[in-house]
């Protein structure tokens, strides 16, 4: 009886310690990645929407004045509205659509494989997301060029030979190519972890293997779907190298955009009244891409 | 006889689906890899830079090895993302341990702070912290460039540490420490080898993230020390010449390299976020 008590009030003792010793070094060694991340992250991204808010004058430092002129200037002007603002949201939509698309044929096709056949396509797949986004533009580039391959095909099989580099479907091309591994990958997990039972289920009741794949598989894999087209149109609306490597300055996003007031133009305040709506703008959509999804789901149980 | 004939049905049913399934995948892979194809083939042609090559040469693969600017390149690339992807490891590893034993209110503010960088794109947040340093130094450096680097990594070690600390059941670590076991002890043998793979596919991602990145760099990188994407890009901007070719095929053949390494340490289930 009085072993079991010492033995208890060991434990308890014991787990008391723990907890205060593991709490200890927990709360001093996450104050320096803490106090990091608030200085080199908050600090300025709360500066840059002062920097917003200031006036801008050509040989200056921008002051601070509580203006709105730039967001105005942004959000009036037919020009920023047409040309950044519905070229990125247009394009980032689009792209993040088709590498769904794209993405999913591929995800399923190695999901169902055997798993000691998926390893090299995998690997292939992985291997293009770990390659620089400026060498995969660069590889794009010479194929599509004027005289490249692509046109080269198209000339052969009698097709126009339009022109698809410097154009918005040259963008769109590479923003599908960059997304597409990040759909990929998440995706191949999520498919491959589908019980079969619940499709074998499914044809035993005559389900035939669209109807199998509508009812069962596309539904359980809702969640990698979720998370590849986020990661893909958060990349995409950011874009950068993309635009300015594809674009030739003709296509125009936000995000080049915001580089080229800051970088080449000088103007701080207007680059960052850009950033900062594109920050919002794409939360924004973000919120309500899942907002929609997680009600589409509720109604579909 | 009816039944036999139906199977036979079902059977050339399911013969026929996945052939359109497989040329459908097929040209979805082809459209992944094309890049890297026509990269490397065109690091191959003798004179000028087309694909296919018309006359096969090695002689840009070799140069690409002795051209200093883009060697020193992928040194800087290779440093900043040792560095950055270590930082950001170690910085995640309280954070991602100490966050379990938090109070969901807290742990929920905690972490939305060190997921932060993910919600803003990249190239503002570049634009932000460039302002910043260059009212306060005047100047960007390699360590500004780090600086970046870590804040933009961090996430990924954080993510993948926490998913790993889910698992895990406290009961072992107050076991160690029960007996008698220093915190420091408890962590190197107990937490430590059980969160292993959550650590390795952390650094992992944070390393390819800082090595592949682009946006942060064009605005952080100093003149003299520029990594290898921004080396590429200005090249591109200017020059086609096969020799840049050859240089980013050297750099997929190190990816690849990587690539192959993470599959023999902790298996490519990292990715595609299957459990081992």
Redesign the interface.
């Known amino acids: 009886m009085s072993a079991t008590q010492s033995l208890q009030r060991?434990?308890i003792?014991?787990?008391g310690?723990?907890?205060n010793?593991?709490?200890?070094?927990?709360?001093s060694?996450?104050f320096?990645?803490?106090v990091?991340?608030?200085v080199?992250?908050?600090?300025?991204?709360g500066?840059?929407v002062a920097?917003s808010l200031s006036t801008h004058e050509i040989g200056s430092?921008p002051e601070f004045t509580g203006t709105l002129e730039h967001y105005a200037r942004f959000w009036t002007d037919p020009f920023y509205l047409e040309t950044a603002l519905w070229t990125t949201i247009k394009l980032s939509v689009l792209s993040t659509v088709f590498a769904l698309l794209?993405?999913y044929?591929?995800a399923?096709?190695?999901a169902e494989l055997p798993p000691q056949r998926r390893?090299l396509?995998?690997?292939?797949?992985?291997?293009?997301?770990?390659?620089?986004?400026?060498?995969?533009?660069?590889?794009?580039?010479?194929?599509l060029m004027n005289g490249?391959?692509v046109h080269s095909v198209f000339g052969l099989i009698g097709m126009p030979r339009i022109r698809i580099m410097y154009t918005e479907l040259g963008v769109l091309i590479g923003l599908?190519?960059i997304a597409?591994?990040y759909v990929?990958?998440?995706l191949?997990?999520?498919i491959?972890?589908i019980d079969p039972a619940l499709k074998e289920a499914a044809a035993s009741v005559g389900a035939?293997?669209y109807r199998t794949f509508w009812a069962v598989t596309f539904p359980l894999s809702l969640p990698g779907v979720v998370a590849g087209t986020l990661i893909a149109f958060?990349l995409n609306?950011?874009a950068?190298?993309i635009p300015a490597?594809m674009g030739g300055g003709r296509v125009r996003m936000m995000?080049m955009m915001?580089?080229e007031q800051?970088?080449i133009q000088g103007n701080?305040p207007f680059?960052?009244a850009i950033?900062?709506s594109?920050?919002i703008l794409?939360?924004l959509i973000t919120a309500i891409y899942l907002f929609v999804v997680s009600r589409t789901f509720r109604t579909l149980r | 006889m009816a039944a036999a004939s139906h199977n036979l049905n079902r059977s050339t049913f399911r013969l026929r689906l996945p052939t359109g399934l497989e040329i459908a995948a097929f040209c979805s892979f082809i459209f992944v890899v094309a890049p890297l194809i026509v990269v490397a083939g065109s690091a191959l042609n003798a004179d000028s830079m087309t694909f296919p090559p018309r006359s096969l040469s090695l002689k840009w693969m070799v140069m690409a090895l002795t051209e200093g600017s883009f060697v020193n390149g992928a040194m800087v690339s290779l440093v900043v993302a040792l560095v950055s992807a270590s930082v950001s490891t170690l910085f995640a590893l309280p954070v991602a341990l100490v966050l379990r034993r938090m109070s969901p209110a807290v742990g929920r503010v905690l972490t939305l702070s060190f997921m932060g960088p993910l919600l803003v794109p990249s190239v503002i947040f570049a634009l932000a912290l460039y302002q910043v340093m260059m009212y306060i130094f005047g100047l960007t450096n390699l360590f500004v460039l780090m600086i970046g680097h870590i804040i933009i990594t961090m996430p990924y070690p954080v993510r993948t540490i926490t998913a790993v600390t889910e698992n895990l059941d406290p009961a072992l670590e107050d076991a160690a420490s029960s007996i008698g076991a220093t915190p420091w002890r408890t962590f190197l043998s107990i937490t430590l080898p059980l969160i292993k793979p959550g650590v390795i596919a952390g650094f992992l991602f944070a390393f390819i993230t800082s090595w592949n990145d682009f946006s942060v760099s064009i605005f952080l990188t100093p003149r003299e020390l520029q990594p290898l994407p921004i080396k590429i890009y200005e090249y591109l901007l200017y020059q086609y010449r096969p020799i840049i070719a050859a240089v980013s095929t050297w750099s997929v053949i190190g990816s690849a390299i990587i690539v192959i390494a993470i599959d023999r340490l902790v298996g490519l289930n990292v990715f595609t976020g299957r459990r081992a």
């Open positions: 060991t434990e003792r014991g787990r310690l723990g907890v010793a593991g709490e200890l070094l927990g709360r060694s996450v320096l990645p803490f990091f991340v608030v080199f992250f908050f600090i300025p991204m500066w840059l920097t430092p794209i993405g044929v591929l399923y096709y190695i390893g396509i995998t690997s292939m797949v992985v291997v293009s997301l770990a390659v620089n986004i400026v060498i995969r533009i660069f590889g794009l580039n010479v194929l490249g391959l599908i190519q597409v591994p990929v990958l998440p191949i997990g999520v491959a972890a035939n293997r958060t609306a950011a950068f190298a490597l995000g915001a580089y800051a970088a701080f680059a960052a950033g900062i594109l920050t794409s939360l």
